[in-house]
């Protein structure tokens, strides 16, 4: 499963940013920092799926997530655009805080009770040009991804728009909807090097969520969660491989 906690909201001022990004697939396995490579790789309660949080070479911060030894999804920028500046360009990481999260909440449906276990890591990033510290919340499952940006900020604050994207295993089945606003599209099957291919520019733009088949095999959803004050996330096929986050107004 993968859900992208996911706040939007085109020109939006706030005294404090809470990005809530839900990127949930299947994937994680063990938890360690590498300061010279810049890498944090962050593990699920049974180690089997796997997010890996790098600063690249460009300075970029990326995320990829494994499911074993599958690539679920491929290294993939992270950052909103605040004000004038990218979160996630020329940054640097800190020392990662984990803890593990057991909770059970009673829910409506199927299930009498909801259970709530994974392991949360808190990763610094600090922006090279302005010294602001912002903190990358990550939470692994044994089933999924859950990513979210904490910004603080004082007096107004503008988000104009986003860097995240995932990087998807080329040529993947996905199952997909046009409609960006109801959730409540028709489902086809097509591949993102087909989409991007289309002269039809409204079949690159996708609501959520969207469902890939994942190489050797099983399923991988990104969608959102908990977009309390924002609006919708919308994705765009930005090439062959790649679905781009765009806020949505």
Known sequence: ML???????????????????????????????????????????????TAV??????????????????????????????????????VTVGAVFQRTIHEELPCRGV????????????????MTDTS????LEVRVFDDGVAYRYRVPGDGQRRLRGESTAWR????????????????????????????HGQAEDSRKWIGCPITMERPGGGYALITEACVYGYSGMTLNVVNDSTLQAVVSG
Request: net charge negative; aromatic share 8%; charged share 15%.
């Open 168 to 195: 998807l295993p080329k040529d993947a089945p996905i199952w997909l909807q046009n409609n960006t606003r109801n959730y409540e599209g028709n489902y086809y099957q097509s591949t993102l090097a087909a989409l």
């Open 53 to 90: 949080v790098t600063v690249d070479d460009a300075q970029r911060l990326t995320l990829a997530m494994r499911n074993g030894d599958v690539d679920v999804v491929l290294p993939s920028p992270l950052g909103v655009l605040v004000d004038d500046h990218d979160t996630g360009l020329g």
């Open 132 to 135: 602001q510290l912002w903190t």
């Open 3 to 49: 859900e992208d906690l996911h706040q939007h909201r085109n020109g939006a001022t706030m005294n404090q940013l809470f990005m809530n990004f839900f990127a949930g697939v299947v994937l994680f396995f063990l938890t360690m920092r590498n300061a010279q490579s810049a890498t944090c790789i962050l593990s699920s309660p049974d180690s089997k799926i």
């Open 111 to 126: 299930k009498s009770t909801a259970v709530n276990h994974c392991i949360e890591y808190r990763i610094p990033v600090t």
